[in-house]
């Protein structure tokens, strides 16, 4: 799941368990199909350079959904639009890779061939060789373009803004199918109305020649995900899916979601702020935070086992339900800084109440490398810096009790 | 007996009753007729007690809004009365009040609007925007009127030297806390809160909601709080309020209406809340309603609800038009068999996942 740096490995002994590739990877017998490292994409806007995402790694793994989560600023949508090359300007991708690798490590096409064993042993270096680098592709290139829609399709917040009100729904369905596959327009339509079904739209026949103001903003989103599915998608990119719809209709194009990807064994990058969405249906959890990756974990985990301090004032901020009437939340103290005015060290100290001063307002925290492939950017979890600080500061005990977990 | 009569024990702040506001729907052309109308609140009653905070939760399309607008007189209702009680023992009605008397009520009644982002003029500096409806009002002006933008900022948790910055300067919950400064300006008694926390982040939204609670008190203000999301409804309010196709469907108390909802609808609206813990997946019995939401203009016969309800009875409820009683003290229902379903609410298996 993880793309383990190398030169951390010997901080994983400090765990009590070899964290070594081979190992790590062997949980995971196929490849990723995307792992993303150190992406960095900035806005160049007159006031200087906003660095959006800053240096963010993460993996999704095939057939496995991935939750992006963090509040407005942090660059979990600028991560999804620079997968699929569709940054806009002043933006642009200035360093870091996005390999993308369809086929390798599941040969589930073509019978036969798949040979776990020997895609264990792969070490991750290797696996440049046949992906392909996406952040090295011209974003307006042939190349990029017969990916994008097709074997990486996306998904957006605004389903109404997103399909065009002077185009029937068939028209737009069989513009993209057509556009990626060979077909004729009866077949396409065949095929659009066939998809229309599978997305839960009740007469699916007479919705085709609907325009999308005819419909409700549920059912247009629906039409967006035949849309996106139409091609058959290795990677479904999901931003905000379902944050401008009502909670009845929430909960059904989450179910959707999942059930396509049940079936089709495809993998999402499911961009959200909702933690509730997340529990509902994240495999793993990269929490983002002002464009860096500051945890990234299971499910099960990050809601159970929060680690870095952000993620914890994240899921005690937000209310939960049935605990009675009127109960306080508690709240994170601060705000998210504004891009340009980024805090020096991690970006999050301001606000954390663990923050050790020295360290977290000067160096950038290191990213630490926690059994289960977990991965958190804080100093707490790094022993030898927080030891060092300790012994200039004494009061810092806060800190010990993350450490010893 | 409705709920806008039940309580004698005490005179409610506000008093809606029987409420419609229909908009016309115009053929084409240029002298159009009337063909319909579209029911946005079809049948209203409901009363605000003072001190409390009432949610009003349903859908988008329920009318819950066009509500708060007619109650604080943006909109005047087609038909029913807005009853505020403008001082012990006297009651104005807000339907049928002249414009002169409408607009001295508005300074009691006020409304937090939604996007923080909208909703501020860019043009003007936060001192206008905040001291606005008191200059609009030529209530004060020169150094009293700034004196009275600062105390308002301040209350609000803003720095009174933000008063000659434009909105964009600002992040969302600034423009929010702004936006309550503007509400509160003129010392409301009455404040509608219209999704006021929806668009924000999520630390920030906990900042707002607090922040609101704590002016409540301070100010002993009465809130109608209108919102989509039951998680947070639950964290201020007292009393909810269902609307479902304009009209009220269930009404209680918060604690009784979250543990033990009486309509089908309620129950529906509690279980599409997604929990914030993985190990609730598929918790709450999973109801899903379809996304086809029935047309305001022409709402079907007997229970509202009914083509979407997973309980509805294909004769009764098809054709016998329901009325919202009180089943228990303080509870009230509109299904025809709120007595003898079993519904499921939230609480009792969040204990079981934390334990």
């Known amino acids: ?405 | 007996m409705s709920e806008a009569e039940s309580t004698p024990d005490e005179e409610p702040l506000i008093r809606v009753s029987g409420l419609h506001m229909d908009y016309p729907i115009r053929g084409r052309g240029l002298f159009s007729r009337t063909t319909g109308a579209v029911h946005a609140v079809n049948g209203v009653d409901l009363s605000v007690r003072p001190g409390e905070v009432l949610g009003l939760v349903g859908e988008s399309g329920c009318g819950k809004s066009t509500l708060g607008r007619c109650i604080v007189g943006d909109e005047r209702a087609t038909a029913g009365h807005v009853y505020y009680q403008e001082s012990p023992g006297h009651v104005a009605d807000l339907v049928t009040a002249g414009k002169e008397d409408l607009r001295r009520y508005q300074r009691d009644i006020r409304v937090i609007f939604q996007d923080p982002f909208s909703s501020l003029n860019p043009r003007m500096t936060v001192a206008q925007i905040v001291g606005d409806p008191l200059a609009s009002r030529h209530l004060a002006r020169g150094s009293e009127l700034e004196d009275r933008v600062a105390e308002a900022l301040r209350r609000v948790g803003l720095s009174p030297t933000y008063m000659r910055r434009f909105p964009h300067a600002f992040s969302g919950g600034e423009r929010q806390r702004i936006n309550i400064a503007r509400a509160l300006i003129l010392n409301p008694r009455f404040v509608i809160a219209d999704e006021a926390v929806s668009a924000l982040d999520v630390s920030v939204r906990a900042q707002i909601i607090n922040l609101l609670r704590d002016l409540q008190e301070e100010l002993s203000l009465t809130y109608l709080f209108i919102s989509h999301d039951l998680s947070v409804v639950e964290s201020i309010c007292d009393r909810v309020a269902v609307m479902y196709l304009g009209k009220i469907v269930e009404l209680a108390d918060t604690e009784e209406i979250y543990a033990e909802p009486k309509h089908p609808y309620t129950e529906a609206l509690l279980s599409a809340v997604p929990r914030p813990d993985p190990r609730l997946r598929g918790a709450g019995g999973r109801i899903r309603l379809s996304d086809e939401f029935p047309d305001p203009s022409d709402p079907p016969a007997g229970c509202f609800f009914h083509t979407r309800c997973p309980y509805a009875d294909p004769e009764r409820c098809s054709a016998d038009p329901t009325v919202l009683r009180e089943l228990t003290p303080k509870h009230w229902s509109d299904c025809h068999y709120s007595e003898t379903l079993t519904l499921a609410g939230v609480g009792a298996e969040q204990e079981v996942a934390a334990s």
């Open chain 1, 1 to 405: 799941m993880i793309d383990t740096a190398a030169p951390r490995h010997e901080k994983n002994e400090v765990f009590g368990k070899d964290m070594g590739m081979d190992e790590s990877v062997a949980s995971d017998e196929r490849r990723p199909l995307l792992r993303i490292e150190s992406l960095k994409t900035h806005f160049f806007v007159d006031d200087g350079p906003v660095r959006a995402v800053d240096g963010v790694t993460l993996t999704v793994p095939r057939g496995k959904t991935v939750c992006i989560v963090g509040e407005s600023g942090c660059g979990k949508s600028i991560t999804g639009r620079s997968v699929m090359g569709l940054v806009e300007h002043p933006g642009r991708v200035v360093d870091g890779h996005i390999w993308w690798s369809p086929a390798d490590g599941d040969q589930r096409s073509s019978a036969g061939g798949r040979n776990p064993l020997r895609r264990s042993r792969r070490h991750a270096a290797d696996s440049d060789q046949d992906a392909v680098d996406l952040a090295a592709l011209d974003p307006r290139g042939e190349a990029l373009r017969r990916i994008r829609g097709n074997e990486i399709s996306m998904v957006f917040q605004e389903p109404m803004a997103s399909l065009s009100p002077m185009y029937t729904i068939a028209e737009q369905l069989i513009e993209t199918i057509r556009l990626h596959r060979r077909m004729s327009k009866r077949d396409a339509y065949r095929l659009g109305v066939e998809l229309l079904t599978r997305v839960g739209i009740p007469r699916a026949e007479q919705r085709m020649n609907a325009y999308s103001f005819q419909l409700s903003g549920g059912m247009c989103q629906r039409v967006m995900i035949a849309i996106a599915i139409a091609c058959g998608p290795k990677l479904l990119i999901a931003d905000e899916p379902t944050t401008a719809l009502d909670v009845t209709t929430q909960a059904r194009i989450i179910d959707l979601l999942a059930e396509i990807q049940a079936e089709t064994d495809m993998s999402m990058m499911f961009i959200t702020h909702d933690l509730g969405v997340v529990a509902q249906i994240a495999d793993e959890v990269v929490v983002m935070y002002l464009g860096t990756v500051v945890e990234q974990g299971s499910v099960e985990e990050i809601f159970h086992d929060p680690k870095h301090p952000y993620t914890r004032a994240l899921l005690a901020s937000i209310p939960k339900m049935g605990v009675g009437a009127r109960k306080r939340p508690e709240t994170i103290r601060g705000q998210v800084p504004h891009p340009l005015n980024r805090p020096a060290g991690c970006p999050f100290h301001p606000r954390c109440d663990q923050a050790i001063a020295g360290v977290c307002d000067t160096s950038e925290p290191p990213t630490v490398e926690l059994p289960n492939g977990r991965r958190v950017r804080c100093v707490l979890y790094d022993r030898e810096l927080v030891t060092t600080a300790a012994k200039g500061d004494q009061a810092v005990e806060a800190t010990s009790g993350g450490t010893d977990e």
